[in-house]
Nanobody, 124 residues
Framework: QVQLVESGGGLVQTGGSLRLSCAAS????????MAWFRQAPGKEREFVAA????????YSADSVKGRFIISRDNAKNTVYLQMNSLTPEDTAEYYC?????????????????WGLGTQVTVFS
């Protein structure tokens, strides 16, 4: 089992930035893709960004392209999400996920391991 713990969420004004971290502990594994999803109250969970094991390829939702950057440090078993130019539409609970053999990086069921989330609130 792999435990994922998100941190770095908080309250930020429109136009501001936050950096989320997802630390893996317990039985970590190599060869896994990592991703961030988010869910606002009353809404469905949606894809935000993903990164391959090597970090050589990244994927992001159209809504965050050019604003959010996903990266990972495998030596530290940590994935990051740098969020810039935040808007109220980015307000949500952000979840970290990991999975092996991911084919569709945009789909939540591809990821076997999930964190409990960290709240991001953007105010006008």
């Amino acid at each position: 089992q792999v435990q994922l713990v998100e941190s770095g969420g908080g309250l930020v004004q429109t136009g501001g930035s936050l950096r989320l971290s997802c630390a893996a502990s317990g039985r970590t594994f190599s060869g896994s893709a990592m991703a961030w999803f988010r869910q606002a109250p009353g809404k469905e969970r949606e894809f935000v960004a993903a990164i391959t094991w090597s970090g050589g390829s990244t994927y992001s939702a159209d809504s965050v392209k050019g604003r959010f950057i996903i990266s990972r440090d495998n030596a530290k078993n940590t994935v990051y999400l740098q969020m810039n130019s935040l808007t109220p539409e980015d307000t949500a609970e952000y979840y970290c996920a990991a999975g092996r053999g991911v084919k569709d990086y945009y789909t939540s069921y591809e990821y076997a391991y999930w964190g409990l989330g960290t709240q991001v609130t953007v105010f006008s």
